[in-house]
């Protein structure tokens, strides 16, 4: 089983950046496309950004594209999540989540707890 352990959130300012880190453990962490999800209180959760296993392709939400980016270092059973630019809208807790294939965000099999992302407007 895979476990996943995000890190890296807090209070940022508009415009400031964010680096969110995922931690897998598991042997089988390079066999999982990965991606990231968000979710404020009140609202559903949402699809912010997504991985190939091998990290050659991603995926993002139109209203992060420009302004998040996400890779992966099998090496390591890392993925990470660079945030530009932040805007209040981002305000939620991010959660990373492991699945078979990147884009299709309904099929991810495992999620981490979350972290707290704050954004001061």
């Known amino acids: 089983q895979l476990r996943l352990v995000e890190s890296g959130g807090g209070l940022v300012q508009i415009g400031g950046s964010l680096r969110l880190s995922c931690a897998a453990s598991g042997l089988t962490f390079r066999a999982y496309a990965m991606g990231w999800f968000r979710q404020a209180p009140g609202k559903e959760r949402e699809f912010v950004a997504a991985?190939?296993?091998?990290?050659?392709?991603?995926n993002y939400a139109d209203s992060v594209k420009g302004r998040f980016t996400i890779s992966r270092d099998n090496a390591k059973n890392t993925v990470y999540l660079q945030m530009n630019s932040l805007k209040p809208e981002d305000t939620a807790v991010y959660y990373c989540a492991a699945g078979p294939v990147y884009y299709r965000t309904n099929d991810y099999n495992f999620w981490g707890q979350g972290t707290q992302v704050t954004v001061s407007s």
């Open positions: 991985i190939t296993r091998t990290g050659d392709n991603t």
